[in-house]
């Protein structure tokens, strides 16, 4: 029999985190009790790297993480949450295309092992398997697992990166552990 705890939490969400902006620890921080605040459970978090800008200049580094969650709640409003999340920590999007510097941002990369392709909503997540601040840390939680909503697991997509030098773990052991 399955226990009211974990019929309440049955979708395994992995979420993106990524602050180049103001105490970017503290931004981590914060987004994960905001995050936990809406019914989104975090479980385990990767370690935190420090990486550069991907997609545009800047002279910030980005502090990025993995989250790995679960909630019963839609990928649609899982996506809502999380950009109440941004919004109330201060993101404000200044450009219509691209990238920019940013005191938080919150991407699902993986809900379950769905597929969604709608205009505001990709899950897979678009770039999930060209950014390397996202295959370390998945890496990190998931190893060698096959997820059906992806041609490789995060092992192999791991190898087309090495580099001894990238990214640079800066946090480490993961804050859900503190």
């Given at each position: 029999m399955?226990?009211?705890?974990?019929?309440a939490y049955n979708e395994l969400i992995y979420i993106?985190?990524?602050?180049n902006l103001g105490n970017r620890l503290d931004n981590i921080k914060v987004a994960m009790k905001e995050i936990s605040s809406l019914g989104i459970r975090v479980i385990r978090t990767s370690s935190i790297y420090e990486t550069p800008a991907w997609g545009f200049e800047s002279g910030d580094l980005f502090l990025n993480a993995v989250f790995e969650c679960e909630s019963p709640i839609k990928p649609m409003d899982c996506l809502k949450?999380?950009?109440f999340v941004e919004k109330k920590m201060g993101r404000q999007k200044t450009?219509?295309?691209?990238?920019?510097s940013r005191i938080i941002d919150l991407d699902i990369l993986l809900?379950?092992?769905?597929?969604?392709?709608l205009p505001e909503l990709t899950i897979p997540h678009t770039y999930i398997t060209e950014r390397q601040f996202v295959i370390e840390p998945?890496?990190?939680l998931t190893g060698s697992f096959f997820f059906h909503s992806l041609k490789n697991n995060f092992?192999?997509?791991k190898i087309k990166f090495e580099n001894p030098e990238f990214p640079f773990v800066v946090y480490n052991p993961p804050?859900?552990?503190e």
């Open positions: 399955v226990s009211q705890k974990e019929s993106g985190i990524g602050t949450a999380l950009q450009l219509k295309e691209g990238y920019e809900y379950k092992d769905q597929q969604i392709s998945m890496h990190e092992e192999d997509l804050l859900v552990n």
